[in-house]
């Protein structure tokens, strides 16, 4: 399957500073998405990137992507408190429509 | 309308009960997704209409019976679930999903308790 695993599993960091995480997968994918969900709701999609593509720009975030690695991170820069969540990452495949979510990174911005 | 709509948003019913979960999308997605997520846990995928036809059924227990009326709205019928079916049910849904993938938009989720 193309579940992806994310690391570190919690994250606590202040206001204003830079947050990473990061996505290992195990087999070969068409592309790779990042959500994010706050305490008890649904997830909000934040960003694809494609197999051909090594970096990716959406606002405060930048994802990067290392098909040769089967890896991928997130970096979130200028952190707030509202960005106090749970992020997933979810390599894709052809598998119809099938998204197999990591257990996720609980990031925690202080403020 | 970029909207996922979910009903209800809390439910709780008993073991004999029989219920439904609604999910409304009007952006003209043609996939639809339910998923089913315990606390601390990532959601898991149970069922996957495409073109309002069932796609995708991961092995849910017949318990729950998924309905596509038509392509903008997904139902899930609850009959006699365990409490440890308890856990927030999530509505998801696409533009389709052959070929390249799409971003999924999620509803807010029902949160359902068994008793």
């Known amino acids: 399957s193309q579940q992806g695993e994310e690391d570190p599993q919690a994250l606590s960091i202040q206001e204003g500073e830079n947050a990473t995480m990061n996505c290992s997968y195990k087999?070969?994918?068409?592309?790779l998405q990042w959500y994010r969900q706050n305490s008890g709701r649904g997830l909000v999609h934040l960003i694809l990137?494609?197999?051909?593509?090594r970096e990716k720009h959406s606002g405060r975030l930048r994802v990067t992507l290392d098909t040769s690695k089967k890896s991928s991170s997130l970096l979130i820069t200028a952190s707030r408190a509202a960005d106090t969540a749970s992020y997933f990452c979810?390599?894709?495949?052809?598998?119809?429509?099938?998204?197999?979510f990591g257990q996720g990174t609980e990031l925690s911005v202080k403020p | 309308d970029t909207e996922v709509t979910q009903t209800p948003k809390h439910l709780v019913m008993g073991m004999t009960n029989k219920k439904s979960l609604k999910c409304e999308q009007h952006?003209?997605?043609?996939?639809m997704y339910w998923y089913k997520q315990k606390a601390k846990k990532p959601p898991e995928l149970m069922f996957v209409?495409?073109?309002?036809?069932?796609?995708i059924n991961e092995s849910v227990p017949s318990r729950f019976s998924p309905e596509c009326p038509n392509s903008s709205l997904l139902n899930l019928h609850l009959h006699a679930l365990q409490p440890e079916d308890s856990a927030l049910y999530l509505c998801?849904?696409?533009?389709?999903?052959?070929?390249?993938?799409?971003?999924?938009?999620f509803g807010p989720g029902t949160r359902l308790t068994v008793l």
């Open positions: 998801a849904s696409s533009q389709g999903t052959s070929g390249m993938w799409y971003e999924q938009f």
């Open positions: 209409y495409s073109y309002e036809k069932l796609s």
């Open positions: 087999t070969s994918i068409n592309n």
């Open positions: 990137i494609r197999s051909n593509e």
């Open positions: 952006m003209g997605h043609r996939a």
């Open positions: 979810a390599p894709g495949g052809n598998q119809g429509g099938k998204l197999i």
